[in-house]
Every structure is written in structure tokens, then in C-alpha cells.
């Protein structure tokens, strides 16, 4: 799973959470229900093994639609930014949206690009796709724009953080490979 994790920011490794946002295959998702949710945070370092446990316990398909809409929402706004293109209201409306429930009752506070919860938030999805609402927002104010990155073979989402600031592929081993090997046999 470490692989998934490529972006440089939770937001943007939350947006790359489906296998190919270019070309989806039928069974493009990988956050499919509160237990994914659950791993997820706690392979991304946002949680731990407690705070996992108890995303995971959330009930109900409602919780995980939403954090699909934050994810897209999230998606649209960096995946328009890395085109050089404004990303759309609507977008942005609906993380504010989602992030006001969080910001409302101090249900949710940022140390850095982490979010700090009670256990009793972490249970609670409002509280919890909040959170992940305000990390996208606070991307949105703070990645630097001339570095964001879309892989053209998958269209993940990464900080371009080489030094020459000419970094291609999501993953060299994955999507990289994947292209030179295509370019390989079209030569043959």
C-alpha cells in the first residue's frame, strides 16, 4: 500500500484513492467501505490503530459516499490546478461545506497536515470527513502550484518535488515502467 501513498500531501493521496482516474476499469475503487476508510487513514499516518478502529466501526454507506464526494471534489480542484486551470466553485463550495460541521463545534483542529480528533471524533463521520475536507482546503492554500503534477498515464495527483522540478510519473515503477515498456513495443 505504500505505493498509494505518492502524492506528497494527504489531499492529493486522497484523491488518488481509485486505481486509475484516466481510463477506470470496473473496479476502480479502493475506498469501498468504513474499513477501507480506516486502513487508509492509518497507512497515511493520519491515524492510529485506535483512531483506525474506530473509522472502520462507522455504519453505513451515507459516510463512505460522502468521503467519495470529498475525495472528488478534492480530485477536480488539484487535478485542475496541475492543468494550470481554475478549479470550479462548486468543488470548493462543497469542502467548505463539509469542513463547517468540523470548524463549527472545534470537532476538528490541524496539527500541520494531521488531523488531531478525540476518539469520539474519529467515530463521528461528519467529524471525520470534516477532517479530511479541511486538509484539502488547507492544500488548496498552501501546495505550491507551479509543482503540482497529474501523471498523464494515470492522472494521479503529486507534488513535484526533484530538484529540476521535471518529474513525469506518479511512480517510476509503476506508471514509468508501464510507458516505456508501451513505447518499447510500439518500436518493435
Given at each position: 500500500?505504500?505505493?498509494?501513498?505518492?502524492?506528497?500531501?494527504?489531499?492529493?493521496?486522497?484523491?488518488?484513492?481509485?486505481?486509475?482516474?484516466?481510463?477506470?476499469?470496473?473496479?476502480?475503487?479502493?475506498?469501498?467501505?468504513?474499513?477501507?476508510?480506516?486502513?487508509?487513514?492509518?497507512?497515511?499516518?493520519?491515524?492510529?490503530?485506535?483512531?483506525?478502529?474506530?473509522?472502520?466501526?462507522?455504519?453505513?454507506?451515507?459516510f463512505v459516499d460522502r468521503i467519495h464526494e470529498?475525495?472528488?471534489?478534492?480530485?477536480?480542484?488539484?487535478?485542475?490546478?496541475?492543468?494550470?486551470?481554475?478549479?470550479t466553485a462548486a468543488a470548493l463550495g462543497l469542502?467548505?461545506?463539509?469542513?463547517?460541521?468540523?470548524?463549527?463545534?472545534?470537532?476538528?483542529?490541524?496539527?500541520?497536515?494531521?488531523?488531531?480528533?478525540?476518539?469520539?471524533?474519529?467515530?463521528?463521520?461528519?467529524?471525520?470527513?470534516?477532517?479530511?475536507?479541511?486538509?484539502?482546503?488547507?492544500?488548496?492554500?498552501?501546495?505550491?502550484?507551479?509543482?503540482?503534477?497529474?501523471?498523464?498515464?494515470?492522472?494521479?495527483?503529486?507534488?513535484?518535488?526533484?530538484?529540476?522540478?521535471?518529474?513525469?510519473?506518479?511512480?517510476?515503477?509503476?506508471?514509468?515502467?508501464?510507458?516505456?515498456?508501451?513505447?518499447?513495443?510500439?518500436?518493435?
Open positions: 500500500m505504500p505505493e498509494h501513498f505518492i502524492g506528497g500531501h494527504p489531499a492529493l493521496d486522497l484523491a488518488n484513492t481509485v486505481f486509475d482516474r484516466r481510463e477506470p476499469e470496473p473496479d476502480n475503487e479502493l475506498l469501498k467501505s468504513a474499513r477501507d476508510i480506516g486502513n487508509w487513514f492509518k497507512a497515511s499516518g493520519l491515524a492510529g490503530a485506535r483512531q483506525a478502529a474506530a473509522v472502520s466501526g462507522i455504519a453505513g454507506e451515507p470529498v475525495r472528488e471534489a478534492s480530485a477536480e480542484i488539484f487535478g485542475a490546478i496541475a492543468a494550470d486551470k481554475a478549479p469542502l467548505f461545506a463539509s469542513a463547517a460541521s468540523g470548524l463549527a463545534d472545534n470537532a476538528v483542529d490541524l496539527d500541520g497536515t494531521k488531523p488531531r480528533l478525540s476518539l469520539a471524533g474519529w467515530r463521528d463521520p461528519d467529524v471525520v470527513t470534516a477532517a479530511l475536507a479541511m486538509l484539502s482546503i488547507e492544500g488548496f492554500y498552501t501546495l505550491p502550484r507551479e509543482r503540482l503534477r497529474s501523471c498523464p498515464r494515470c492522472e494521479w495527483l503529486f507534488l513535484d518535488t526533484s530538484r529540476g522540478g521535471k518529474r513525469r510519473w506518479c511512480s517510476m515503477q509503476i506508471c514509468g515502467n508501464r510507458e516505456k515498456v508501451s513505447r518499447h513495443r510500439e518500436h518493435a
